[in-house]
């Protein structure tokens, strides 16, 4: 039964207070209305507040990054890397030159831009790098910045969420070359709409100024004062982003009490990761220890294939009880300007993807009360219990329970550390039912069977291509690690020169694979033999990808938990990622990204799909991986959490099986 609410709980309300009134008021009643003295105190406060040198009011943070990169120079042609995990702002800004924003993935615990990406994609044309400070929490500043010393770029903090932020002791706004902070109705201060841009360098701050208002020589507000002249020069083609006293008046009032809004912030943050911590249907947020975070957002990840609906159900579960929320951010290379006009394609940015798939941003503001909170929080797990997959109760994870061994043949295995075993996750798949005892293992043999002697003309065509394409034998054999930790021999058509050295992971255009090798591998023909390892009991039709051992040691506790599942020729992680080794291309250390990067999320996938297994999914997935690998399937990587929605309930086929 649905809890209903007799009034509804916005997604964010702003703490506009007496004193915050009487400011505004004042201003009225001075008839001073546009930027004058209020504007210009509020630029020193605040710029004091954050312990910078100069402060630069504007009418946006949009306006800031604007004026920011125009006192930097930025030209058309120019690159500047940004994330694409942020507001559409950030890049519109770049754009607003000619220049082309250079989109980066983000890192998979904070979901700040990725450092060692940004590297990756300096060009000699790049010129600034744009950090977002995502949900309050800073980036990390000491190896972006290493970054920009070393190619001699500049760094333009996007803190729009990030007041008041520190990172390693230094507040947010004295970090980079210049910071542009919002003051938007949402933000942790507010002036309506406003920004602030933050600077060491006097001659950007008095550039700022200018472009700020036409182009007007500087202090043009004073010119209808008694310190002013009429007299004005025009010295640029500026912008209309001055900030008015009125606004100015509510960011004096709303500085003040900063700290003290900050810390309710931190209060109710602290609240809701108690609430949701132990529960192993969402993902809390991760709080570095060298930062103070800001708390502007705070956002919950839905863990896949846990509960029988998606995130955007959950949204809408939520506004049934009268609770509002919201998503952050639609990630920018999947929105079709940037599609459109430079060419990106779901599957380009994986991290991003993923944690856009499953976030939702929970109400977190000063003015919500402690009853407010218990509201959504009731309602969260009000929706957990009614959409969870497993007949039994909610489940809670341990975060204390010791790691229990249960594969010892992985444990004993010579490339596997001693401290490495397979966790008997909380994690776990449910109590197996008919299907997942017998029913599985019938629909591998007969399908196996059914394979090989359907595609036994291809196999000999293959083979043939094998043997034809250079010397050497016919099949490449692998040792992989399997169920529950056993070792065994995985086989695929040869698609390398005999003896040829380099890293594990392949990409596209990878030297040491064949002419026939290239074909093989684009329509995944290479897996064929694996049909063998199906019919030995070794793998399954559809299951995890079976990893080296070397890869399984950096298996957390709960990755480990796919161990307990007889891998598989395919799986949801497999179409996600069914142009991997493109993706691996754009970067030159392919296995540091793979098993940095790609890895986790490709179990995290996985980990969903052990928890839903059914006749249905396995279908659902075979279907779908003849659909995008046959010739005129789909061009671009499947959704696996597309296919693991397909399931209304896996409740109810777990009890049928």
């Known amino acids: 039964m649905i809890s209903k609410a007799t009034s509804f709980l916005p997604f964010h309300v702003p703490l506009i207070e007496q004193d915050d009134i009487r400011a505004v008021i004042e201003v009225l009643e001075s008839r001073w ?275 029988s609906i998606h995130r955007d159900q959950l949204i809408e579960e939520l506004k049934q009880r009268g609770i509002g929320s919201s998503v952050h951010f639609i990630p920018l290379h999947t929105h079709p300007y940037y599609r459109k006009t430079w060419r990106y394609r779901r599957g380009d940015f994986p991290v991003a993807e993923d944690y856009f798939d499953r976030c939702i941003s929970l109400p977190l503001y000063p003015a919500m009360s402690d009853n407010d909170q218990q509201r959504v929080i009731d309602a969260i797990l009000e929706i957990a219990r009614l959409y969870w997959r497993s007949s039994g109760p909610i489940r809670v994870v341990s975060r204390d329970d010791p790691e229990q061994q249960f594969g010892r043949d992985l444990a004993n295995h010579p490339a596997v550390p001693s401290s490495v075993v397979v966790a008997n996750s909380t994690h776990a798949e449910p109590r197996a039912g008919v299907y997942r005892r017998f029913g599985k293992r019938v629909l591998d043999l007969t399908g196996a069977a059914f394979g090989l002697v359907m595609t036994f003309p291809l196999l000999a065509i293959c083979a043939a291509a094998v043997w034809l394409s250079s010397p050497g034998p016919l099949l490449f054999r692998q040792q992989r690690v399997g169920q529950c930790g056993r070792p065994f021999e995985l086989l695929k058509f040869r698609t390398m020169i005999r003896g040829s050295d380099g890293p594990r992971i392949t990409a596209a255009g990878d030297q040491r694979v064949t002419r026939a090798g290239r074909w093989l591998r684009r329509w995944k023909l290479d897996e064929l033999p694996q049909l063998i390892n199906v019919l030995k009991g070794e793998m399954a039709l559809v299951g995890p990808r079976p990893e080296v051992a070397e890869y399984v040691a950096t298996y957390t506790p709960q990755q480990r938990s796919v161990l307990q599942a007889k891998p598989g020729i395919t799986s949801p992680a497999s179409l996600f990622y069914v142009h991997e080794e493109e993706i691996l291309a754009r970067y030159s250390e392919h296995e540091d990204f793979y098993v940095r990067v790609l890895l986790p999320h490709k179990l995290e996938i996985d980990r969903a799909y052990c928890r839903c297994t059914s006749l249905a999914v396995d279908l659902k997935i075979l279907l779908a991986t003849a659909t995008h690998l046959l010739p005129g399937g789909s061009a671009s990587g499947a959704s696996a959490l597309e296919i693991l929605s397909m399931v209304p309930s896996a409740e109810a086929e777990t009890r049928g099986s």
Request: charge should be neutral; proline fraction near 4%; glycine fraction near 6%.
């Open 33 to 307: 209305l546009t930027t004058g003295p209020k504007a210009a105190r509020f630029e020193q406060d605040f710029a004091r507040f954050v312990g910078a040198r100069h402060g630069v009011a504007v009418n946006s943070c949009t306006a800031g990054l604007h004026v920011a990169l125009e006192a930097i120079e930025i030209r058309e042609d120019d690159e500047v890397i940004v994330p694409t995990l942020t507001f559409a702002a950030t890049a519109e800004a770049v754009l607003y030159f000619k220049a082309r924003p250079v989109l980066v993935d983000c890192e998979p615990d904070t979901f700040n831009v990725d450092p060692v990406l940004v590297e990756r994609a300096v060009t000699s044309r790049t010129r600034a790098i744009v950090p977002v400070h995502f949900a309050g929490q800073p980036c990390d500043m000491t190896r972006l910045s290493l970054i920009a010393r070393k190619h001699s770029l500049k760094i333009i903090e996007d803190a729009a969420h990030a007041l008041p932020a520190r990172y390693r002791g230094k507040m947010v706004g004295t970090v980079g070359d210049m910071t542009c902070f919002s003051f938007y109705a949402t933000k942790n201060i507010t002036t309506g709409e406003g920004g602030m841009v933050t600077t060491e360098n006097e001659s950007w701050a008095d550039r700022m100024r200018i472009m700020r208002l036409h182009g007007i020589s500087k202090d043009a507000w004073k010119r209808y004062s008694n310190e002013g002249t009429w007299k004005y020069e025009i010295l640029a083609p500026g912008f209309k982003y001055n900030l008015t006293d009125m606004q100015a008046a509510l960011g004096l009032t709303q500085l003040a009490k900063c700290q003290s809004m900050w810390a309710r912030r931190c209060e109710l943050a602290q609240r809701y990761t108690d609430a949701f911590l132990s529960l192993d249907a969402f993902e809390v947020p991760t709080v570095r220890s060298d930062v103070q975070h800001a708390w502007h957002l705070y956002v919950l990840r839905v863990c896949p294939g846990v509960l």
